[in-house]
C-alpha cells in the first residue's frame, strides 16, 4: 500500500483511509481519529514517542490497546490483534507475520515450533507435548517426501533431457525441413541422359 494511504487500526475496521502527513487520519466508517504514523489514537502536536511515553504513565491521551492481554499489535504491519483463545501461534490477518503472542518473536521460519522449548515462552504454546509431537513429525514427513521426489525424479530428468534437447533442436531447426523437402524432390525428379533425354522406361497401357 502507498503512503497516501493506511489501514483503520481500530479492531473490526479494516477500512483503508487516505492519510497526509502531520494531520490526524479520519476513518470514515468509524469515525476514529489516528495518527498514521504509530497507528495510535491522534496525539495532537506531541511526538509519537511522547504520545506513547504519555499513554504507558497514564497521562493525556487515553492508550489505543487498553487491554494488553487480549489486544496486541501486530509486530510488522502494527494492526491490532485480539486474541480470544487458541494457542500461542498467531498470524496476522494483514501481513500473514507469523509470531508469538506472549514475546512477539517472529515464528515465520519456526516450522517446527522450537521456539516453545526453552526461554520465557517454554511450554506456552498452548497445545499438548503429543500434538505438538505430532506435528513436527507431519512436517517433517513432507519435507522428506520432497526430497524423496526429488531423488527420485532426477535421474529421469538426466535421462529424458537429451531427447528433450533433440527434439527442441529438430523443431527448432529452420533448414531441417527444407532439407528433408529438397531429398523428396530429388527421388521424384526424372533421370536423364546426357543428351538430356529421360532415361524412365515408358509404361505402354494395354488394350
Given amino acids: 500500500m502507498d503512503s497516501g ?40 502536536g506531541l511526538s509519537c514517542e511522547a504520545a506513547a511515553a504519555s499513554s504507558s504513565m497514564g497521562g493525556a491521551g487515553a492508550p489505543l490497546l487498553p487491554d ?34 506472549y514475546c ?38 513432507i519435507f522428506a517426501g520432497f526430497g524423496l521426489l526429488l531423488l527420485v525424479a532426477s535421474p529421469l530428468l538426466l535421462l529424458a533431457a537429451p531427447c528433450i534437447v533433440c527434439c527442441k533442436c529438430r523443431l527448432c531447426n529452420p533448414n531441417h525441413k527444407n532439407l528433408e523437402e529438397v531429398d523428396e524432390i530429388d527421388s521424384i525428379s526424372p533421370t536423364r541422359d546426357d543428351d538430356g533425354d529421360d532415361t524412365r522406361p515408358t509404361r505402354y497401357l494395354s488394350d
Fill in 104 to 141: 512477539l518473536a517472529s515464528l515465520d521460519d519456526d516450522f517446527l515450533l522450537r521456539h516453545y522449548d526453552k526461554g520465557p515462552c517454554k511450554n506456552k504454546l498452548g497445545h499438548s507435548r503429543a500434538s505438538v509431537l505430532w506435528h513436527r513429525a507431519q512436517v517433517v514427513g
Fill in 5 to 44: 494511504r493506511a489501514f483503520c487500526p481500530r479492531v473490526g475496521c479494516d477500512t483503508v483511509v487516505h492519510v497526509r502527513a502531520a494531520s490526524p487520519a479520519h476513518c470514515p466508517t468509524c469515525r476514529h481519529d489516528f495518527c498514521s504514523q504509530c497507528n495510535q489514537e491522534w496525539h495532537g
Fill in 68 to 101: 494488553s492481554e487480549l489486544i496486541k499489535l501486530c509486530p510488522m504491519c502494527r494492526v491490532p490483534i485480539e486474541k480470544d483463545e487458541g494457542c500461542a501461534q498467531m498470524m496476522c490477518k494483514r501481513c500473514k507475520h507469523v509470531f508469538c503472542w
